[in-house]
């Protein structure tokens, strides 16, 4: 499966075409960022990298994304820390989303009734983002 260090702009395409919304203002590049007197700015393979990019999603909820290039000193660790939890509103919706986001993927669970009463499944996607789809709706 396919990390999303340095992949950012792509998985949030990615993103965009699951959730049918458009980014707030555009994607911002690390070359659009004025550099500081006496500093060596990014190089030109780091210049079209994502620093910033937001996404509406579910619930008034935002994703955003940024690029960090390894000349930053930072490496991207994936780990199993993380999961972002969607709540739609309809099973349907549920289902929609699941499909969607495992494509390219791996489920983790499958969409199923759950001993508290709602539909819950999890997945990893394509870009080694790890889902949890939540519907507490029964239809």
């Given at each position: 499966?396919?990390?999303?260090?340095?992949?950012?702009?792509?998985?949030?395409?990615?993103?965009?075409?699951?959730?049918?919304?458009?980014?707030?203002?555009?994607?911002?590049?690390?070359?659009?960022?004025?550099?500081?007197?006496?500093?060596?700015?990014?190089s030109?393979?780091?210049?079209?990298?994502?620093?910033?990019v937001?996404?509406?999603?579910?619930?008034?909820?935002?994703?955003m994304?940024?690029?960090?290039?390894?000349?930053?000193?930072?490496?991207?660790?994936?780990?199993?820390?993380?999961?972002?939890?969607?709540h739609?509103?309809?099973?349907?919706?549920?289902?929609?989303?699941?499909?969607?986001?495992?494509?390219?993927?791996t489920?983790q669970?499958?969409?199923q009734?759950?001993?508290?009463?709602d539909?819950?499944?999890?997945?990893?996607?394509?870009?080694?983002?790890?889902?949890?789809?939540?519907c507490?709706?029964?239809?």
């Amino acid at each position: 499966m396919a990390r999303i260090a340095r992949r950012t702009e792509e998985a949030f395409n990615f993103y965009k075409a699951v959730f049918g919304t458009e980014f707030v203002n555009g994607i911002m590049r690390h070359g659009d960022v004025p550099v500081p007197e006496g500093q060596p700015g990014p190089s030109d393979d780091d210049k079209q990298l994502v620093i910033n990019v937001q996404l509406p999603i579910l619930g008034g909820h935002l994703l955003m994304g940024t690029d960090v290039p390894e000349s930053m000193g930072v490496n991207l660790n994936q780990g199993n820390n993380v999961y972002i939890c969607l709540h739609p509103d309809t099973r349907a919706e549920a289902d929609s989303l699941f499909a969607a986001l495992s494509a390219g993927g791996t489920v983790q669970m499958p969409l199923q009734e759950m001993f508290w009463g709602d539909y819950y499944g999890s997945l990893v996607d394509k870009f080694g983002v790890q889902w949890m789809i939540n519907c507490a709706s029964k239809s």
